[in-house]
């Protein structure tokens, strides 16, 4: 059975830093390329960030580039968002998912407030 199991969400401030992992399991998580997407209530889904199924290649949208950092580890079967600096808007609900959107986690709230 595939999980894909999402945390280290929480309540920030401004300007702090969150690590949100995604823990992968059920299927050959060294072949997908992953992705994180968020969501704000009543928004549709934002795509955040991809990762190549490697790990060498990745992008991220315009508004968190050079904030947030997407990195896997294939040994470990888990892929991880470094969020620094984060903003009021940055609020949302996480989720990692495969690349595609064969699979996906059930997400993590993020909040960022003072």
């Known amino acids: 059975e595939v999980h894909l199991v999402e945390s280290g969400g929480g309540l920030v401030q401004p300007g702090g830093s969150l690590r949100l992992s995604c823990a992968a399991s059920?299927?050959?998580?060294?072949?997908?390329?992953m992705i994180w997407v968020r969501q704000v209530p009543g928004k549709g889904l934002e795509l955040v960030s991809i990762?190549?199924?490697?790990?060498?290649?990745?992008k991220s949208a315009d508004s968190v580039k050079g904030r947030f950092i997407i990195s896997r580890d294939n040994a470990k079967n888990t892929l991880h968002l470094q969020m620094n600096s984060l903003k009021v808007e940055d609020t949302a609900v996480y989720y990692c998912g495969t690349k595609g959107g064969t699979y996906w986690g059930q997400g993590t709230q993020v909040t960022v407030s003072s």
């Open positions: 059920g299927f050959t998580f060294s072949s997908y390329g």
């Open positions: 990762i190549n199924n490697g790990g060498g290649s990745t």
